[in-house]
């Protein structure tokens, strides 16, 4: 399997800040302790890469769905 297809960077997924307000809509909107250590380990991947960070398909539906309190 080519990795590229099941991860992308955060810098070609989203603008500006959009993926650091989605974190922190997820972070507030974390409903257990699995979805807060999720968004916490997101959180601290994206502070040490930034923009560069990967993220696969699977984290960012669950990230976003987070975020969007579904």
């Known amino acids: 399997m080519d990795r590229h297809y099941m991860n992308q960077r ?4 989203y603008e500006g800040d959009d993926f650091e307000g989605m974190i922190e809509n997820a972070r507030m909107n974390a409903a257990n302790e699995w979805e807060e250590s ?3 380990d997101i959180k601290e991947r994206f502070a040490m890469y930034g ?3 990967f993220i696969s398909d ?4 669950k990230l976003e769905r987070i975020a969007s309190d579904e």
């Open 10 to 13: 955060v810098q070609d997924l």
């Open 38 to 40: 999720f968004v916490a």
């Open 51 to 53: 923009e560069r960070m």
């Open 58 to 61: 699977a984290q960012r539906d």
